[in-house]
């Protein structure tokens, strides 16, 4: 099998409150854009367009069926929302999407990613698969889905929430998917 390296680099905007973890891109046959969630079937930017702008597709081109990815960095840099991957190399199991199917051989350095955000205070992993890589890196118990655990390193203090994934896979209706992102960023003093 071989091992894919991650295709993108982390997306960090110096201002960023928080950064959220996904497992790793679909293969790029899976693409609408060249970003983070890229998949059209995946529903990370309605979810974030319901919360922002009270509109699901705020951020599609439903005629191309991609996502309008200049607006989506100018949307994350504006609010502080940093995004990349918990894993830079993996192994697909199966020729598909699934996490499940996924083999983390090299995960993110946190720490790293942490230390080029001076102002984030917390990680949100969405996704069963981000969640056990990042909790195991950071030695901490993960949290049940929609909640949040503290956890410190180099000596500041974070939140871990583990958010649902956004998949259409993960059996959950997109608005209670956006019903538990909301309470995350109603807690971090997003304005929504």
């Given at each position: 099998m071989q091992i894919e390296q991650h295709p993108l680099q982390p997306f960090l905007p110096s201002n960023a409150r928080l950064l959220m973890l996904g497992s790793f891109p679909p293969q790029r046959k899976r693409w609408s854009i060249d970003f983070y969630y890229p998949n059209w079937n995946n529903d990370m930017w309605r979810i974030m367009g319901c919360l922002f702008h009270a509109d699901k597709n705020y951020f599609c081109d439903n005629t191309r069926k991609a996502f309008r990815k200049e607006c989506l960095v100018s949307f994350l840099t504006?609010?502080?929302?940093?995004?990349?991957?918990?894993?830079?190399?993996?192994?697909?199991?199966?020729?598909?999407?699934?996490?499940?199917?996924?083999?983390?051989?090299?995960?993110?350095?946190?720490?790293?990613?942490?230390?080029?955000?001076?102002?984030?205070?917390?990680?949100?992993?969405?996704?069963?698969?981000?969640?056990?890589?990042?909790?195991?890196?950071?030695?901490?118990?993960?949290?049940?889905?929609?909640?949040?655990?503290?956890?410190?390193?180099?000596?500041?203090?974070?939140?871990?929430?583990?958010?649902?994934?956004?998949?259409?896979?993960?059996?959950?209706?997109?608005?209670?998917?956006?019903?538990?992102?909301?309470?995350l960023f109603q807690e971090l003093g997003y304005n929504l």
């Open positions: 504006q609010q502080g929302i940093a995004i990349y991957d918990a894993a830079t190399e993996v192994k697909r199991l199966q020729d598909n999407a699934s996490d499940k199917f996924l083999e983390v051989v090299t995960p993110t350095s946190i720490q790293a990613l942490l230390a080029q955000l001076p102002a984030c205070r917390a990680i949100a992993t969405t996704g069963e698969k981000a969640t056990e890589t990042v909790c195991t890196q950071l030695s901490i118990q993960p949290p049940k889905v929609g909640q949040s655990v503290p956890f410190t390193l180099q000596g500041k203090n974070y939140r871990l929430y583990r958010m649902p994934s956004s998949s259409r896979a993960y059996p959950l209706a997109l608005e209670k998917k956006a019903a538990a992102y909301r309470i």
